[in-house]
């Protein structure tokens, strides 16, 4: 397995509420879990991921 445990910070695009998950780094894409904001926006975030 080569997945990297990582921090990341998804902000709301269509809201700007901001959530902080920790996720899995796997050959570049970051799986977190996280599904959908309170706002019902399922598509439109900026995701960072956190030293
Ligand atoms: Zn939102």
Redesign the pocket.
Known sequence: MTATRVKVTIR?N??G?KFVLRGRRDRGRIDTGFKM???S?VEDFAIEEMA
């Open positions: 709301c269509s809201c509420e904001c309170i706002c926006n």
